[in-house]
């Protein structure tokens, strides 16, 4: 079993995320989580070849919000590998702002748009 690891940070502070990412044999498991990781959402995408199209199902944590996250990134690394995808999205601050979610929201798109535009490659 392949175990290679890529690592990708974006932003500072409050509002750094990482992106952690290995394939576990021809599937690829990405943690996206800042300095307070946890399992908050869990989302796994898989390419249909047939069609063309990824599907994505998702699992959040009971007052979690980490969903949006996991969905948006399990879609789009699905559709970049053309494979499966399992995205564990873990992402907390306290007293967060608005304009701190809005920066993590965006430095995680962000990391995960760069990490399928390297093709997902370790």
Known sequence: MQLDKSE???GEGRTKVNLSAYYM????????????????AVAIAE????SQRVSTSVITRL?????AVAQKAAHIIGKSTKGVACIIAGIHLDAITNAEIDNIVE?????????????CSM
């Open 8 to 10: 990708l940070s974006k």
């Open 25 to 40: 044999g021809g599937d690829l498991v990405v943690g996206i989580y800042n300095e307070n990781a946890h399992i908050g």
């Open 47 to 50: 390419y249909d070849h047939k």
């Open 63 to 67: 007052g979690h919000k980490d969903d």
């Open 107 to 119: 430095n995680a798109s962000s990391l995960v748009y760069e990490f399928a535009d390297k093709g």
